[in-house]
């Protein structure tokens, strides 16, 4: 059974920062890329970083030097650290794999504004 569960996220204020985490379950996932995505209201979802099992790493360039990818295998977790948010970064987050699959789990909404 494939599940995935977001958490983390809240309203920050311009250069604040947040720690998101995803809890994944599904064997489709172990050997998988894992990567967070983000949706902003009339805009598509948007993939802006991704980890390979073996820790090979890409960023968006709208979020480079600010967010760091990592990832817990034992624990099936992937996490994204966001610093120096900016107002433009307001979405909902989402992980899953890369390629993404055909589930989704809720999403943590992150809300940048001061």
């Known amino acids: 059974q494939v599940q995935l569960v977001e958490s983390g996220g809240g309203l920050v204020q311009p250069g604040g920062s947040l720690r998101l985490s995803c809890v994944y379950s599904g064997s489709i996932f172990v050997r998988s890329a894992m990567g967070w995505y983000r949706q902003a209201p009339g805009n598509e979802r948007e993939l802006v970083a991704r980890i390979t099992n073996t820790n090979w790493i890409y960023y968006a360039d709208s979020v480079k030097g600010r967010f760091t990818i990592s990832r817990d295998n034992a624990e099936n977790t992937v996490y994204l650290q966001m610093n120096s948010l900016k107002s433009e970064d307001t979405a909902v987050y989402y992980c899953?794999?890369?390629?993404?699959?055909?589930?989704w789990g809720q999403g943590t909404q992150v809300t940048v504004s001061s």
């Open positions: 899953n794999s890369v390629p993404f699959g055909r589930s």
